[in-house]
């Protein structure tokens, strides 16, 4: 009777490894996003689910340099199957051949359902993130609006937590200068107006703290190492109830844009990273994802199964709609190099 | 009895096989050479492979520029008649539409954007703007309706500087790096206030390092003296002291000087309770609390803080070999111990100095994550801008032409630094 036991463990073991053989072979997908509260958001909702489902998938984070997917994709070294991208990456990616153009019949997906979609053909949307400032109440008063509380240092003495790239802050310095919302990307267009931006930053460049990750903004709120910051509106709130942080979050001119799952070209593991991106743009795995981040789901069919007690914080309730920008993604596809390299001689000098 | 036989008639030595013996040595040697030679090989093959190959390919990198030859071949072709007085002829712009929609298909238009763009800030999204709309034409003539997608087609110097790039190899990123550019007709000119920093950061590269160096000459060379005379008993124990952090990560150590530096870190607080901060704002020296963190400031202290034991223990490894006596002697001989240290001891120990300053100072040109931790951005050095370039920018091109500049700017140091001390000169111990 022991014998059978022991054998009956024997062939169990060999039956889970070879399973685990299975899953291994040519599907372990690498799925890379923008790390800290959102990729952990993601897990939750995505990874370990699809893991569990008896899949294998390795994370690595980025901070949305298009320059290393760019450089895997011409050295013919895709070493990430699934990508986590913003508006702007998508669409220079999808124009100069970086991303896979996806079959939406293969993904079995409806496109009609995700809102946006139809921006680009090499990208399926995910969630509505917005990019925002805080403050932490305790410290700091409700300021009058962003732009008082980002270009006042008079009045709000001390450091800013900016995000070390031009998207957004350029906008938002000529908004600051009194640029309509209207036309900023009419000015920004010209030299002269990209010179205005820069000037006007030129006022608080050193009380400037520059993040390059995402989850910085909150960290440097949190230290005190400065009066407000910038970040996504999920990494605020994922601080605010998570970590009990008295921040607050400005939603005055809010900048909403969207994330996007994509396939670099050129991957080994296509069907693979297809079956995850269809697996993650289910309504269920989506409403489940606002449970642990205030991210709205791109997927319409996701919105009845929604946390009710999110829908506040989510970036587009009407109360944080009131002034709102909206940044224009197909600006940031053309000109997007040519500013960030603008930006980066800037930040140096 | 071999010898009889070694010594024939003709009176030539031979070996036991009868090979005369200058051929059996010379055969022996050369057996013996191409051991030893064998056991150089694996180190030579690993010079060659990780650092010879590596230099070779940057060098070649820094001047190799495919982008516009390989993607625009027949426009290429059809501009070399072209005197570049006045717009080009009709075929060019025939042959440029039926290259980009070539590069269109294999999605290859922003790569000549991108390049088009290093040398005409703003053109990338028009290039690829026509990339989208060049579709549309299907017959001549092309020139106007070219022009009439982007009137950038119409200006004299985008076809110029198309011709400029139209060789596989360029002076463009060498030439920009020193904040240089080739103009229209070719001539050599500065670059637009706006793009001109690298000649700025190569200063300031070669600035930070000088300081970091003598900092940690000031601050080593008393303490070497001290561990080389001091009784071996005290000395080991001060060498531990010495050799500790030298031992612990240079990652590690940075993070502690962040911590330590951040506002409201301990340094702050430190400088608050003695009284420091009071006083420094009596001054004027600042205004509120000091800002440490992200500064010039911070990156030297870290630096010369990692780079101590690098310019100390050659120091050290000189002194000691230095005798007591020569002091003793020149005291004796009635030299004050000044005028002893500075004409007898320190000559001697001058050796170690060149050492350990080159030492330092070559390592500190190639410092990146110090910086880039415990710096602001107009404390970065030409390291951190090679690794924005391959990582951000993915121009290969500048960041093997930023490793050139480094790689001859460190080159004439050396150049200089042999003729002034002498490499024979310098010692480690």
């Known amino acids: ?349 | 009895m071999s010898t009889a036989q070694a010594l024939p008639h003709d009176g030539v030595m031979r070996a036991a096989d009868g090979t005369p013996l200058k051929v059996a040595l010379a055969r022996a040697e050369r057996r013996e050479r191409l051991k030893a030679l064998g056991l150089v090989v694996p180190l030579f093959a690993f010079i060659v492979l990780s650092f010879v190959v590596p230099i070779l390919v940057m060098l070649y990198n820094a001047v190799y520029d495919p982008d516009v030859s390989e993607n625009m071949p027949l426009t290429v072709q059809s501009l070399k008649a072209w005197d570049g007085k006045e717009l080009p002829p009709e075929e060019v712009f025939a042959a440029f539409v039926t290259d980009m929609k070539a590069a269109q298909q294999n999605k290859q238009v922003a790569l000549i954007g991108k390049r088009l763009n290093y040398e005409i800030s703003g053109i990338r999204s028009k290039v690829i703007a026509t990339g989208r709309k060049v579709g549309a034409l299907t017959e001549g003539p092309y020139k106007d309706a070219v022009i009439g997608i982007d009137k950038v087609w119409g200006d004299v110097d985008t076809w110029a500087t198309i011709k400029r790039s139209s060789s596989s190899y360029t002076p463009f990123y060498v030439l920009s790096m020193l904040d240089l550019r080739q103009s229209a007709d070719g001539s050599v000119e500065q670059v637009p206030a706006d793009r001109a920093i690298y000649k700025s950061i190569l200063v300031r590269t070669l600035g930070i390092s000088l300081l970091v160096t003598l900092m940690t000459l000031l601050l080593g060379y008393p303490v070497a003296y001290l561990l080389a005379t001091s009784p071996m008993k005290t000395a080991s124990i001060l060498m531990m002291f010495v050799l500790l952090p030298f031992w612990t990560s240079l990652l590690m150590r940075t993070t502690a000087w962040m911590v330590l530096m951040q506002d409201g870190g301990v340094f702050t607080q430190m400088l608050h309770y003695t009284g420091l901060t009071f006083l420094m704002n009596m001054l004027g020296v600042i205004d509120g609390q000091p800002e440490l963190f992200k500064t010039r400031f911070a990156t030297i202290v870290a630096m010369t803080h990692i780079q101590l034991p690098f310019t100390l223990l050659p120091i050290y490894s000189v002194m000691k070999t230095i005798s007591p006596n020569y002091m003793r002697a020149a005291k004796s001989l009635g030299g004050t111990p000044f005028y002893c240290f500075l004409r007898v001891y320190m000559p001697q120990t001058l050796p170690g100095v060149a050492a350990g300053c080159l030492l330092t100072f070559i390592l500190c040109l190639g410092y990146y994550i110090t910086p880039a931790l415990v710096g602001g951005p107009t404390d970065q050095m030409i390291s951190g801008f090679i690794e924005r370039a391959i990582n951000s920018e993915n121009n290969w091109g500048k960041a093997s032409a930023l490793g050139v500049i480094l790689l001859i700017a460190t080159l004439i140091l050396y150049y200089v630094y042999n003729k002034l001390v002498g490499i024979d000169r310098m010692k480690l111990g």
Request: proline share 6%; hydrophobic share 40%; aromatic share 12%.
């Open chain 1, 1 to 349: 009777m022991k014998k059978f036991a022991t054998l009956l463990g024997v062939a169990l073991m060999a039956g889970t490894a070879l399973g685990a053989v299975k899953a291994y072979a040519g599907d372990e997908l690498t799925i890379t996003s923008w790390g800290g509260a959102y990729q952990e958001s993601q897990r939750k909702a995505f990874f370990e689910p699809y893991i569990a489902a008896g899949n294998k998938i390795t994370e690595a984070e980025y901070n949305g340099e298009i320059a290393k997917i760019r450089a895997m994709v011409e050295a013919n070294a895709v070493t990430w199957d699934v990508v986590d991208v913003d508006t702007q990456t998508i669409l220079a990616g999808c124009a100069e051949g970086t991303f896979e153009t996806l079959d939406w019949g293969k993904l079995g997906l409806d496109r009609s359902q995700f809102i946006g979609a139809d921006i680009t053909d090499c990208a399926v949307p995910n969630i509505l993130y917005s990019t925002v400032a805080a403050y932490d109440t305790t410290k700091t008063q409700a300021p009058a609006g962003l732009f008082e509380a980002l270009f006042d240092t008079a009045k709000y003495p001390g450091k800013r937590a900016l995000q070390k790239s031009p998207f957004v802050n350029l906008e938002w310095a000529l908004m600051a200068d009194g640029v309509a919302p209207a036309d900023v990307y009419k000015v920004l267009g010209t030299p002269e107006g990209v010179d205005r931006a820069f000037k006007k930053l030129d006022t608080i460049k050193k009380d400037v703290v520059w993040w390059e990750s995402g989850s910085q903004g909150p960290q440097l709120l949190a230290d005190g190492q400065v009066v407000f910051a910038t970040s996504w509106n999920g990494r605020f709130y994922n601080a605010i109830k998570t970590d009990k942080k008295p921040f607050a979050i400005i939603w005055d001119y809010q900048a909403p844009d969207y994330d996007w799952w994509a396939i670099p070209k050129g991957t080994p593991k296509m069907d693979a990273a297809y079956r995850f991106i269809t697996f993650a743009s289910q309504p269920k795995p989506m409403a489940e994802q606002t449970k642990y981040i205030s991210y709205g789901p791109a997927n319409k069919a996701a919105a009845p199964e929604i946390d009710p007690a999110i829908l506040p914080d989510l970036p587009s309730a009407p109360d944080n709609l009131k002034t709102v920008f909206y940044p224009d993604p197909q600006f940031w596809g053309d000109k997007g190099d040519e500013l960030r390299e603008r930006f980066n001689a800037w930040l140096a000098q």
